[in-house]
């Protein structure tokens, strides 16, 4: 090794320490740069046939850093001609694409990649979604003809072999740029040490989700029988459906005519945990849905009178091929949905798909907030499809800025109502969007799907207030209670929802809101958007988000409970027709206990009853293992180790040899005198003896002369 790199390699060593500050002692530590809190990383997922998504090895993967700071360094990674394994840097989000990273690991060089904090105003447009999304539902392909998400680059779908994670926090992707500049720049990149990184995301999946939950059974049988600890591949991703009436039908009340007000609940995203807000796909049509709700509760009484009730469903895991409407169907059809009625006596009344007269789903609503046209897309030409249409066309011609028109697009985009047409091809629904032929939302099911985008204006700061978001929403709240009464034939006007802004505010910028703060059931402890990511039944975030969906729907459709009722509680155990609630405010006059005909039910796909992995979507997700690592360290020139090595090598020959060398002359080394043998006394030289015998004489006549 040269002079220089022997100098690069000395300041490398003191940057490193630096870094780590002289107060750590242990060696390893002082050699990497830990980058803790990153979990925003992709993640493997299985589906019914294959595993999808990414991990490390076990153990970890590493390689030399490499900067993409645009898309034309790609080309530059691409004429690297050596043998050594990378770590590709990406500055942006924005370049997070699957045509960039399959162009980037078809070198077999690509070890791992990770993702700079990104300023997201900057990133025009992403979408890891494919261009027809859910298309697993699509039998037929008319759903896909379409490509109703152009830039969705299906990024989601690639199963990788090498870990991808995004830097969150701006300290972290300093350490990395510093370390890049400091060590990979320029002409120092052809000199050692060069600037590298460890990343270990090492996930227990394997196969399609079938065999994935076989050997997870396995292993939960080992652990049981042998004590032992053996790790769970993965669980079934499907959380919980969110249900509730207009005014509460049990069980002793059967449905006679219902309208059902349907969206989506969840959110997903590419990168574990990144912004899953959802602000367009589905916050929408979850916030429009609960306008509804306020609109159409004044007018409860001239709905029981006329045998209709309103019932409105948030369905779970719909980004994983419709898991919850699919099953929200499959329950239907054994009668139980919303609730299994052996384990009650009292219970919301089942619903059936025959049951129901009327079906509108409320999609993305906000993609061009101040464009303020929404298309209809009806599942079919029949006389139920078209009444709805034709009502909402009409409402919307009452509503200022807001207009409803036929989509100019005879296909049904991808949507919950595929769901019921796979039980009953004949079923009459109609899809609310913003957007026509294709999704105006640059953002499609990933984490730039943010509410600032589509114009609104809260903040943490400012707290709920007006903007084109939430105008836009009350307004097509308003005309959906409008076609729902125009439907039922209440001759009423349908008021406008007052509380929107505090909905969308509480769902998309911070759950510490005034109304999640009144339910003593909820405990919020930072100000953040709820995050809806479907995820599976014992992530930690699992139970939070759904009772926070939950809480809205319930605060927009609470009734006082009985006064008496001081503990707050359903008559009996086995009594599910409500769900019973404290809300508390010092100033607030109206706490207290209350009720609200709102359920729970069952998202998970029915492939993981009926075990008809074909029939069936069947998405789970795996398990990180307990060390999730991204560390920088440098690594040193090769050739200094292969010296070091030989020199090393060369001294222990002649060690040995000196040893044995030693070990074999050790008595002329150590005995001089080696002509002696052992245990012999010792030869005098000739004449000697008489010398000595002369000498002894002479003493002894000294000593007789003496006495």
């Known amino acids: ?70 898309e034309s360094d790609i080309h530059e990674f691409l004429k690297i001609k050596d043998s050594w394994s990378y770590i590709v840097v990406f500055r942006s989000l924005g370049l997070l694409t699957s045509s960039n990273v399959m162009k980037l690991s078809s070198t077999n060089r690509l070890n791992g990649i990770l993702v700079l904090k990104t300023n997201l105003s900057d990133v025009e447009s992403y979408s890891s979604q494919g261009s027809c999304p ?40 300093r350490k990395v740029l510093d370390c890049y500049k400091n060590l990979n720049a320029g002409e120092k990149a052809n000199a050692f040490p060069l600037c590298s990184a460890w990343m270990d995301t090492f996930m227990y999946s394997s196969g399609s989700s079938e065999v994935c939950m076989r050997r997870t059974r396995q292993n939960q049988w080992i652990n049981a029988i042998t004590s032992t600890t053996m790790s769970s591949q993965c669980s079934p991703l499907g959380g919980l459906n969110v249900f509730g009436q207009l005014y509460s039908q049990d069980n002793q009340h ?37 306008g509804v709700v306020e609109a159409l509760r004044p007018f409860e009484s001239q709905f ?76 079919d030409g029949g006389p139920e499809a078209e009444r709805v249409v034709n009502a909402l066309i009409s409402a919307s011609s009452s509503v200022s800025g807001l207009s409803v028109s036929n989509s100019s697009v005879a296909t049904l985009p991808p949507c919950s109502i595929y769901s019921f047409l796979r039980s009953n091809s004949s079923f009459s629904g109609v899809l609310l969007t913003s957007y026509d032929a294709e999704y105006d939302n640059r953002f499609y099911g990933d984490a730039l799907d943010l509410p600032e985008r589509f114009g609104m204006t809260a903040t943490v700061e400012t707290g709920p207030q007006p903007c084109p978001y939430t105008n836009t929403l009350k307004k097509t709240s308003r005309v959906v209670a409008q076609a729902v009464l125009d439907v039922v034939g209440v001759p009423q006007s349908a008021p406008e929802p007052s509380n929107t802004e505090e909905y969308s505010y509480c769902l998309l910028i911070n759950t510490n809101c005034t109304t999640l703060r009144r339910f003593t059931e909820i405990t919020v402890n930072k100000a953040e958007p709820l995050s809806r990511y479907v995820s599976i039944a014992d992530n930690d975030q699992f139970g939070t988000s759904l009772v926070g969906v939950r809480a809205l729907l319930q605060d927009a459709l609470k009734v006082p409970a ?60 795996s398990y990180w293992a307990d060390l999730f690592v991204v560390k920088l360290y440098a690594t040193g020139d090769p050739t200094v ?57 002479s003493h002894q006549t000294a000593a007789a002369a003496a006495a």
């Open 641 to 697: 180790d292969m010296v070091a090595l030989a020199v090393g090598v060369m001294v222990a020959v002649v060690s040995f040899g000196v040893v044995i060398f030693i070990r074999v002359q050790s008595d002329i080394l150590f005995h001089p005198d080696s002509s002696r043998a052992p245990g012999r006394p010792r030869r005098m030289p000739a004449g000697s003896e008489e010398s000595e015998l002369n000498t002894n004489i």
């Open 254 to 290: 059967p449905y006679t005519k219902t309208v059902v007000i349907a969206a989506r609940a969840d959110t997903v995203t590419y990168l574990y945990d990144m912004e899953n807000v959802g602000a367009d796909a589905y916050g929408s049509g979850l916030v429009a849905l609960l």
């Open 1 to 70: 090794m040269s002079m220089i790199s022997s100098s690069r390699f000395l300041i490398c060593a003191t940057w490193l320490l630096s870094l780590v500050g002289s107060s750590e002692t242990d060696v390893f530590d002082q050699l990497y740069v830990e980058m803790p809190g990153q979990r925003n990383a992709c993640v493997r997922r299985s589906n019914s046939t294959s595993a999808v998504g990414c991990q490390s090895s076990e153990g970890g993967q590493s390689g030399i850093l490499f900067l993409i700071d645009v």
């Open 562 to 621: 009985d006064p008496n009722n001081t503990r707050c509680q359903p008559p009996s155990q086995t009594d599910a027709s409500a769900i019973y609630f404290s809300l508390y405010s010092e100033d607030w006059e109206e706490s207290g206990c209350w009720k609200a005909p709102v359920a729970f039910s069952e998202a998970q796909s029915p492939a993981f009853l009926t075990h008809d992995f074909q029939l069936y979507p069947a998405w789970t997700e």
């Open 304 to 379: 029981e009178s006329r045998g209709f009730n309103v019932l409105f469903i948030l369905f779970d895991g719909e980004f994983f091929d419709n898991s919850g409407s699919l099953r929200a169907v499959y329950d239907m059809g054994r009668g139980q949905f919303p609730v299994d009625p052996s384990l009650y006596d009292s219970y919301p009344a089942l619903l059936t798909t025959s049951d129901i007269s009327a079906y509108i789903e409320l999609g993305q609503l906000v993609s061009s907030p101040s464009d303020g046209q929404l298309f209809v897309h009806p599942s």
């Open 134 to 173: 859910n298309e697993w539902l699509d039998r037929g392909g008319a759903m896909c003809s379409v490509q109703w998400n152009p830039r969705g680059t299906d990024l989601f779908n690639l199963p990788l072999d090498f870990p991808i994670v995004y830097l969150s926090s701006d300290e972290n992707s």
